[in-house]
């Protein structure tokens, strides 16, 4: 990412703004920079496949979920956040995830610039080519700021996506265990 073209932009868009009243513009450039390229940004830098590392373990085992794990993403439409909680399950076949990388998978697609729906297809698919499990159902729910500060202006509406492979897709008692498990207190 180019730091300095963007510090120009932000120049140039606090300029159409015209005189404010507010204070300490001098660097908001740099700030505004630094955190894109460092932070909303950041997965642009990062391959989720190499994060998702696993470890060897017999098949036939029950199924696997992180429920709640935050996320933050920007919107590719409006470049304003929204944010909200994942769910990753998966049924193990002979690779089983270290349960910390699952998040990190999920920040490493969040951390671009996204829609839900692309976000959601992109989580699974990483989890899918990866561990290579029976089947994949992950789930987001997302409050968007670019519908509740802006357009309708809906505060606390949430979209929920939903992307299944394998089993998941294929067995609806199988998804119905999964989903039986995040309304057992997934909020």
């Known amino acids: 990412m180019d730091r300095e073209k963007m510090a120009a932009a932000i120049r140039a868009f606090l300029s159409g703004i015209g005189p404010t ?3 300490g513009l001098e660097r908001t450039p740099d700030r505004v920079a630094q955190a894109w390229c460092d932070d909303l940004l950041s997965g642009y830098g990062t391959d989720p496949a190499s994060i998702l590392t696993w470890t060897a373990v017999a098949p036939g085992n029950g199924p696997v979920l992180v429920r709640q794990i935050s996320f933050a993403s920007i919107c590719a439409h409006h470049l304003l956040p929204f944010f909200g ?3 990753v399950a998966y049924l193990p076949d002979e690779r089983l995830a270290g349960l910390s990388k699952i998040g990190r998978v999920v920040d490493a697609h969040a951390r671009r610039l996204q829609t ?30 670019c519908m509740s500060l802006r357009g309708v202006r809906k505060e606390q509406s949430e979209m929920v996506t939903v992307e299944a492979r394998g089993v998941y897709l294929d067995e609806p008692a199988r998804r119905a265990d999964v989903l039986s498990l995040l309304r057992d207190g997934a909020g």
């Open 21 to 23: 009243d507010a204070e």
């Open 85 to 87: 909680l994942a769910h």
């Open 116 to 145: 839900q729906e692309r976000l959601t297809a992109a989580i699974a698919n990483t989890v899918q080519e990866v561990l290579a499990p029976r089947g994949v159902l992950v789930i987001l729910r997302a409050e968007h700021t």
